[in-house]
């Protein structure tokens, strides 16, 4: 069965990047320094049937848009600005409509966001394959290098936030009807507000982890400050996933200019936990280790 943290924590050290590299593996997207201190965002996602959604549930046209919105959350917790996007689709046994409906539901989305789509691949599987639709999304943008945020910047005493709500994604519908964070991802970043960001994806405590372990801190978590999404659990908000929300840390003597300045128009946010030096994530209140729990998030 496939392993997706062991796969990648074996293989990603053994890739090396040249000088133009500014970001590599291992971070929402790589980064490429594209000359005059700007640099080239980019990021690859997969959106496959019956795993990232229902289709007796989600439409075609949705699951196409949900695809592409995959790929801006990553885009917003660099800070970026979205650009171009390249998609591939390998359906088995679909009709054409399902497959025009699904590219429209990514072309509609694209309009919204000001992405152009710019290319791609489209392919049938065999059959006998058992799987119905498998979809990747390439995304293209630029951020200033000056501006970007990265998951390895957060330091002991900062505070760990959140934008909008966490938990029961699933069947409020969030994790299709969700909005890319781009213009918060972005304020937090042109502000220089954020030290370490990135998207929460596959839920709270395993992506806290990884932001963790690439700032060499850990973090403490405050139960009773998660902002729960109508009908969510603690419980859920820690390990459901499918948030796309932000999460980000702040230097504690920023915190206040944000409040002030923040714009009333972005998703509210919440000071959930605190870094501190070590490694893990904690619950604030008795120092149980969240990790350690029978469901952690998702992993392929």
């Not at 497959?99 to 989305?109: C, P, Q, R």
Request: aromatic share 6%; hydrophobic share 45%.
């Amino acid at each position: 069965m496939l392993d997706e943290l062991k796969i990648l924590y074996s293989f990603l050290p053994r890739l090396t990047c040249g000088g133009d590299v500014a970001v590599g593996p291992g971070d929402d997207c790589a980064a490429v320094r594209i000359g005059d201190g700007v640099l080239l965002l980019l990021a690859a996602d997969q959106l496959i049937e019956a795993v990232h959604y229902d289709p007796a549930l989600v439409s075609s046209a949705e699951a196409g848009a949900k695809l592409l919105k995959r790929n801006l959350s990553d885009i917003a917790a660099m800070g970026g600005f979205a650009r171009f996007a390249l998609v591939s689709y390998a359906a088995n046994g679909k009709p054409s409509d399902e497959v025009l409906n699904f590219l429209n539901g990514i072309a509609d989305e694209a309009e919204r966001w000001h992405v152009q789509v710019i290319g791609g691949d489209l392919a049938a599987m065999p059959v006998t394959c058992g799987v119905a639709t498998v979809a990747s999304l390439s995304i293209v943008g630029t951020v200033e290098e000056s501006c970007i945020l990265r998951r390895s910047g957060a330091s002991s005493g900062d505070l760990l936030c959140v934008t909008g709500s966490l938990g029961n994604s699933y069947a409020s519908g969030h994790h299709v009807s969700f909005l890319p964070r781009l213009a918060e991802g972005r304020f937090l970043a042109e502000h220089h507000y954020a030290s370490a960001m990135m998207d929460i994806s596959d839920g709270l405590v395993l992506d806290a982890e990884r932001m963790g372990r690439a700032s060499q801190v850990e973090f403490v978590i405050d139960l009773d400050a998660l902002p729960l999404r109508d009908g969510a659990t603690v419980e859920g908000a820690l390990t459901d996933g499918e948030d796309y929300e932000l999460l980000f840390t702040i230097p504690k003597e920023k915190y206040a200019a944000l409040l002030k300045e923040y714009p009333d128009q972005l998703a509210p946010v919440t000071v959930i936990g605190r870094a501190e030096k070590g490694a893990g994530v904690w619950d604030s209140e008795c120092r149980r280790d969240l990790l350690k729990g029978k469901k952690i998030g998702y992993v392929h």
